[in-house]
């Protein structure tokens, strides 16, 4: 399974960007996808996720409203789009995969979002 973040960088405050993760060498049922983030010194957490079946997603709290999961079945490509930003959304986003079965994770390298103030 390969996992390729793209779309970070660096961006002001109220600005936007929008990350991509192209999913490869996946043979088995995806129950969903998912984006988290993990800033210097604090846990990684969850920010949105979108279910394979029926497309359903859900928001961490601090980014509803402002950010948007989304997903291309046909090219297992997912999307974060994220507006508003803010400073404290600075992190390091990773895309995540969960397995239908065994509810295995899998993980891409990470791509770096800093929001200046």
């Known amino acids: 399974v390969q996992l390729v973040e793209s779309g970070g960088g660096l961006v002001q405050a109220g600005g936007s960007l929008r990350l991509s993760c192209a999913a490869s060498?996946?043979?088995?049922?995806?129950?969903?996808m998912g984006w988290y983030r993990q800033a210097p010194g604090k846990q990684r957490e969850l920010v949105a996720a979108?279910?394979?079946?029926?497309?359903?997603?859900n928001y961490a709290d601090s980014v509803k409203g402002r950010f948007t999961i989304s997903r291309d079945n046909a090219n297992n490509t997912m999307y974060l789009q994220m507006n508003s930003l803010k400073p404290e959304d600075t992190a390091v986003y990773y895309c995540?995969?969960?397995?239908?079965?065994?509810?295995?994770?899998?993980w891409g390298q990470g791509t770096q979002v800093t929001v200046s103030s």
């Open positions: 979108i279910t394979s079946v029926g497309g359903m997603t």
């Open positions: 060498g996946i043979t088995f049922s995806i129950n969903a």
């Open positions: 995540n995969v969960e397995s239908y079965r065994w509810r295995l994770h899998y």
